[in-house]
């Protein structure tokens, strides 16, 4: 587990590392510093279907992960995106939107992995917050076959 929680914060610290070499300004501008919000975390495909990420269960490609607030019986999707080759995903916000009531799940997944979508809903976890960005880190999410 502790072995997980490490590649989880590897995964949250190169992604906070893009965001913020994709808004560095460059020196000779002007420009104001906005604040951000990165939500980040990984899918994986529950081959063996035990609501658990184990030895055989491996990141899906190309999921789409809803980040939900509100909670209720009808959450408000805030933003959508796709997973990468590596089953990561990451949402950039601008400003420093409230998270405490948001959720992300998966809401469509590919091939063979997608036969319980929706998924679960799980919660975010405040990784950090400095220099005007707030980093939120989720639990991976499992896609059943």
């Known amino acids: 587990m502790a072995r997980h929680r490490w590649y989880v914060q ?10 913020a070499a994709g808004s ?12 951000s919000t990165v939500v980040a975390g990984m899918v ?3 081959q063996c279907k035990d609501g658990a990420r184990g030895l055989f269960d ?11 607030c509100g909670g209720g019986e009808s959450p ?32 469509q997944a590919t091939g063979h992995c997608g036969a319980a979508i929706p ?3 799980r919660d975010l976890t405040l990784a950090f917050r400095m220099l005007g960005l707030a980093l939120y880190t ?8």
């Not at 491996?58 to 939900?68: D, F, H, S």
Request: hydrophobic letters at 40%; aromatic letters at 8%; glycine letters at 6%.
């Open 119 to 121: 998924t679960a809903p």
């Open 76 to 107: 408000v999707t805030v933003r959508e995106c796709n997973t990468n080759w590596f089953g990561g995903f990451s949402v950039r916000m601008e400003g420093t939107p409230e998270m405490n009531r948001c959720t992300a799940r998966v809401v």
């Open 24 to 35: 560095a300004a460059p020196p000779t501008t002007t420009r104001s510093r906005s604040s």
């Open 138 to 145: 989720v639990d991976p999410t499992l896609a059943t076959r």
């Open 44 to 46: 994986f495909c529950d």
């Open 10 to 19: 590897a995964v949250a610290l190169l992604v906070v590392l893009k965001a």
């Open 58 to 68: 491996y990141p899906l490609y190309g999921a789409r992960v809803a980040i939900e």
